[in-house]
């Protein structure tokens, strides 16, 4: 069987040259400059490629919600690689709404009760978090500490607190 291929292309944005990686039809990651993990999820080298048609997609999705709109990622195909468990976070992910922000305890009780389980660690949520390859579009930044706290962005902090801000989910703090 021939060897997927991966390719990328760049997008200027405020918070720097973005990296976006996709096969023919979707997107497999889209990473803030210097970000940890950086394309961890594609096993080969991805070929330049500024034309396809997910990314001219994804470009106008990231215009729109750079210019205050609220797209919404189901706009978007999008194949993330990871476990069963990391895909399970990043659907709920895509839950939060614009603007609004969840705690990682939250997201541990969601995924006990969605696996019938008494108990999940808020560490395994947040490992999943982390290694989120779709930035932004899988809204990544929205989660917080169980006290409210800006932790844990692969992206950096100051980039969280930024996108948090863009979104007006930083007003009452």
Partial sequence: MPEQIYYQTQYESPLGTLTLGATGDALVGLWLPGQ???AASVPVE???NNDLPIFLR???WLNRYFAGEQPSPAALSLA??????RRMIWDFLLEIPYG????YGRLADLSARKMN????????VGGAVGHNPISIIIPCHRVLGTDG???GYAGGVEKKRWLLAHEG???DR
């Fill in 36 to 38: 940890k993990y950086f």
């Fill in 46 to 48: 991805m070929t330049p």
């Fill in 58 to 60: 994804t470009r106008d």
């Fill in 80 to 85: 993330p690689s990871g476990s069963d468990f």
């Fill in 100 to 103: 609004q922000t969840v705690t």
């Fill in 117 to 124: 389980r008494p108990h999940m660690s808020a560490q395994a």
């Fill in 149 to 151: 706290s800006l932790t």
């Fill in 169 to 171: 989910a930083l007003s």
